[in-house]
């Protein structure tokens, strides 16, 4: 039985200061500003059965497969113009989204994990009892940064396919309100910048593993020679945020890495975009 289950609507009212996009209170000489947000939570489960596993699996485990969604979905940011960044999380959720977010939430419960190996029979539950192995896809978009000038949403998937175990990773869309688009890392770094960005995420990780050189960042599970700029990043306070995804630059049991840089460091590789939404005095 297909199922899209949707909760209800959560308006939230984000109070920043010196946020002049909508009308403020100056009493005692303060001046508060009211970001209005309307956001909904959207989740969907769908549950499978593999046939054809015996030909994958000598053990011959029974096997499942489901599929979860969890979006938080934007509705109304302060009224600005949020199209593309709806386009961008509906496309982070499935490659091939379709005209509507709930329409892309069933086209992705569609397509579950295994389902390019073996033939998909939809079922209500997977049973609880027994020797079984499930192969699962758990997908959730959220906000994890917000200013008046900007939000970032984190696309987190996690996954198993079968093998040794399962994997998670993260991308992020990093969106500008006031140009209406996704800084990407073509909008966020000059060209011919990438030996700079790199110095200071090497530096910003020995600073975090408290070591003195690159060598020593081995000791603490770090691959040095393979660390590189991440196309993964996004904006929090006064930092750029490098993110690293298991197998990046360590090892699996390590987890994912995320390193802060502080946008004065290299501000000369910034572009005049994001150096105004990070030295906003509205942050």
Not at 82 to 111: G, N, R
Not at 135 to 143: C, P
Not at 257 to 268: A, F, L
Request: with cysteine.
């Amino acid at each position: 039985m297909k199922a899209l289950y949707i909760s209800s609507s959560i308006l939230l009212s984000i109070i920043a200061v010196a946020c002049s996009h909508k009308s403020s209170d100056t009493s005692n000489e303060s001046t508060i500003s009211n970001f209005q947000i309307v956001q909904t939570v959207k989740s969907a489960t769908r549950n499978y059965i593999c046939k054809g596993a015996n030909a994958v699996f000598a053990d011959s485990l029974p096997i499942y497969s489901k599929v979860h969604l969890t979006i938080q979905w934007p509705e109304e940011l302060g009224g600005f113009n949020i199209q593309p960044l709806q386009d961008s999380i509906m496309t982070a959720i499935y490659e091939t989204p379709k005209t509507s977010i709930d329409e892309t939430i069933l086209a992705a419960l569609d397509s579950p994990e295994g389902s390019d190996t073996y033939i998909m029979e939809e079922i209500d539950s997977i049973p609880s009892e027994g020797q079984t192995m499930t192969l699962y896809r758990d997908k959730i978009a959220s906000a994890i940064t917000f200013s008046p000038s900007y939000i970032v949403y984190q696309i987190m998937t996690a996954s198993y396919d079968g093998g040794a175990h399962g994997m998670t990773v993260s991308r992020f869309i990093n969106y500008d309100f006031d140009s209406t688009r996704v800084i990407t890392p073509q909008l966020a770094f000059k060209a011919g910048c990438d030996e700079t960005l790199l110095k200071a995420i090497q530096e910003q990780l020995m600073a975090m593993c408290q070591v003195r050189s690159l060598n020593e960042l081995d000791n603490y599970g770090i691959f040095s020679n393979q660390i590189f700029v991440s196309p993964e990043f996004y904006l929090q306070g006064y930092n750029i945020v490098f993110h690293y995804n298991p197998y990046d630059i360590a090892p699996y049991s390590t987890g994912s890495i995320d390193v802060p840089v502080p946008y004065y460091t290299i501000r000369e590789c910034l572009s005049p975009e994001v150096l105004r939404l990070l030295a906003s005095t509205e942050i």
